[in-house]
């Protein structure tokens, strides 16, 4: 469908790769975006046809030369990521000054400086972020053409929110954000623009559905009820870690007064792949008082551990 609308596509790895092209799209629609690539896999993307990546360190630029020779490039830089609650801060991307330094270098070593990517941190809700990154990015095609090179592209990344338990800002809204920031930095010589959106347009499509092993307490005066599920953090609840992301809850039970728990997952049990399947929201109805659904619908918020 998304190839149908016209749609490019960025993945992280050779198996995205495939699937996309397995799937009609066209190799040079496709952007390798993830800044921490094995050789091989660079190698096999470029022998299939991709010509755009990412890179946010010089030995990661030399791998790019080797086994991607004379392809578009772009740098991610750092950002801070405030306002996002799933953060990605420091983990990808690397300062202005050495971004600068690498896309020099990047036409040093015959490729193509393309282009200055970042991302704002997931389920981003502070409009004004853009505005701070892309004046950011900004700055660097500044210095960049000051160095004789006219980068053409500019990588908005994802950060657009998925609606879990709080109303989020309409779609429209980061649209006007985008766009202000750009013409703001801007003004009309506007770069190519690629947006990465992940969680926005896929986050509330599924639900996971788990059953509650056990419901227990610690003592007798303690308020918190322990639940323990048969998923946790590694079987499907990974972004919950640190109370992160809140997802929305939803059970057959009904009718008791909501009370403070504490979700755990047993030790020793293995994550539910093959038993994890999206359904359809509202399609699905839940079987028996042992079964919760996640998705982006809950009373009360639980602290999630193990
Ligand atoms: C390079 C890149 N693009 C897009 C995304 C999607 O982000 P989101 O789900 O916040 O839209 C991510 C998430 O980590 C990413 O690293």
């Not at 791998?63 to 405030?82: N, Y």
């Not at 996002?84 to 270098?105: Q, Y």
């Not at 750009?182 to 623009?193: D, E, K, S, V, Y």
């Not at 590694?234 to 728990?261: C, H, W």
Request: glycine share 10%.
């Amino acid at each position: 469908m998304l190839v149908g609308l016209g749609s490019s596509f960025d993945v992280a790895s050779r198996g995205e790769v495939d699937l996309c092209l397995e799937n009609g799209a066209r190799a040079d629609n496709i952007s390798f975006g993830n800044t921490i690539k094995k050789q091989s896999d660079i190698a096999y993307a470029y022998s299939k046809g991709v010509r755009l990546y990412a890179f946010d360190s010089e030995a990661e630029l030399e791998k790019l030369a080797e086994s991607a020779p004379g392809s578009r490039v772009f740098c991610r830089i750092l950002m801070t990521c405030d306002g996002a609650e799933w953060p990605l801060s420091r983990k990808f991307g690397c300062e202005i000054e050495m971004a600068k330094d690498l896309l020099v270098k990047a036409r040093e070593l015959g490729m193509d400086p393309y282009g200055v990517s970042f991302h704002v941190g997931s389920q981003q809700t502070d409009l004004n972020q853009w505005d701070i990154a892309v004046g950011k990015a900004a700055m660097l095609f500044t210095a960049l053409n000051e160095a004789g090179i006219d980068l053409k592209m500019m990588n908005l990344g994802g950060g657009f929110p998925a609606k879990y338990r709080t109303d989020i800002p309409a779609v429209e809204r980061y649209a006007d954000a985008v766009m202000h920031a750009m013409t703001n930095h801007f003004g009309n010589a506007l770069p190519a623009m690629i947006i990465e959106p992940g969680r926005s347009l896929v986050g509330d499509a599924g639900v996971l559905e788990a059953e509650v092993v056990l419901i227990s307490k610690k003592s007798y005066d303690e308020d918190v009820r322990w639940v323990y599920l048969d998923i946790g953090k590694f079987g499907g609840l990974a972004e919950t870690m640190d109370e992160a992301i809140k997802y929305r809850i939803q059970t057959s039970v009904t009718g008791r007064k909501p009370a403070p728990s504490c979700w755990a997952v047993p030790t020793c049990i293995p994550p539910k792949s093959g038993r994890e399947r999206p359904v359809t929201k509202c399609r699905e109805p839940l079987r028996g008082v042992t079964k919760c659904a996640f998705w982006p619908t809950a009373p009360t918020p639980p602290c999630i551990r193990g």
